[in-house]
């Protein structure tokens, strides 16, 4: 759909906040805390952003962009491109990364610009009066995004901040954290890989159980392709034989031959292009699934993903 961004504002060091809104005025679909939208930066660049407003409040939407370092072009452009005034196209909020009902009290951590969609929980968890504790983990105070609301917000004495250059007491201890918290406690982290992956490592230590541990990540941890072999890949429906080559993605060789699947992040991360699979093993390179979902191997991400047997039946 299309809106219009009404404002462009510079919230800390490399961050832009955008608001947007129906370009007539009209309310925009609703969504739940945790939920993201797709926004077409530029024809053929689309980049996954998590919805940072009040889940309560349908006239606008905000996100809030870091100009990664390491950027595929997505965040770079974004902050070039996109001004206040523009009319951009986007999708409907979606959410892989929602609130369990069943958490008895609620452990959100943001690593980062991870804050957002971790901030989205925090409001709503605030407006149910629900059991919740936040810990936003930042480089230095002055590159801590959503400062003022933070402090401003009625939820501000249940944020812990936590900063890189500060002293050590103020430091997260994530196994600490971690270690003492009721059975019905639900964790919920966001932030860059290797953040992520510190996080998620000491609740597996603590013995958190995947049921009560939910995560969302923003990038890929890049995987070496220097061993990419051949496979094949078998369309069940038409009984079509695709192969696919060392350097090409089953997403990049099935539309060579006019098959197309959707995609978006085209890195693993968003889940659009999830394809079921009927027979063979697929060689899961996404983080858009858990373990126990890869385990399964009745789906995959063909953006990404490539196959450890040598035929790959596709429910297509
Ligand atoms: Fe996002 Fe494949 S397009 S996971």
């Known amino acids: ?26 309310p925009l679909p609703p969504f739940t805390a945790g939920a993201h ?22 006239h606008r939407y905000e996100i809030a962009v870091l100009r990664a370092p390491d950027s595929r072009g997505g965040s770079d452009a974004m902050h070039l491109i996109i001004n206040a005034g523009d009319v951009i196209t986007i999708s409907e909020p979606r959410n ?28 709503r968890l605030s407006q149910q009066d629900a059991d919740f504790e936040m810990h936003y983990c930042a480089r230095s105070k002055d590159r801590m ?37 009721e059975s019905g406690a639900h964790l919920y982290v966001c932030g860059p890989t290797g953040f992520m992956t510190w996080v998620l490592d000491a609740a597996a230590r603590a ?7 939910h995560r969302e990540y923003f990038s890929t941890t890049p995987i070496s392709t220097a061993d ?8 069940a429906r038409s009984g079509l034989v695709i192969p696919i080559a060392s350097d090409q993605s089953v997403v990049e060789a099935l539309a060579a031959k006019g098959v197309s699947i959707p995609v978006s992040c085209e ?14 093993e697929p060689d899961h390179r996404d983080m858009f699934m858990t373990d126990a979902e890869h385990a399964v191997n009745d789906q995959f991400t063909p953006c990404c993903s490539r196959s450890k047997s040598a035929m790959l039946v596709l429910d297509l």
């Open 207 to 213: 013995g958190w159980g995947p049921d009560r541990v």
């Open 96 to 123: 892989h990364f929602p609130l369990d009902t069943r958490a008895t009290k609620s452990i959100l951590i943001a690593g980062g610009i991870g804050v957002t969609p971790i901030l989205c929980m925090a409001e």
């Open 267 to 280: 890195q693993g991360i968003c889940g659009t292009c999830l394809t079921r699979v009927i027979d063979g």
């Open 1 to 26: 759909m299309k809106v219009q961004v009404l404002t462009k504002h510079l919230e800390v060091h490399d961050i832009y906040r955008y608001e947007l809104a129906a370009v007539d005025g009209s």
């Open 145 to 181: 995004a959503f400062r003022d609301r933070i402090a401003r917000a009625k939820y501000a004495s249940q944020v812990q901040t936590h900063f890189d250059d500060g002293p050590q007491e103020q430091k997260l201890d994530i196994d600490r954290l971690l270690a003492h918290q």
């Open 228 to 235: 990419d072999k051949t496979f094949s890949v078998k369309l």
């Open 37 to 58: 939208i797709d926004v077409e930066i530029k024809p053929g660049l689309i980049r996954q952003y998590s919805l940072c407003s009040r889940p309560d409040e349908n």
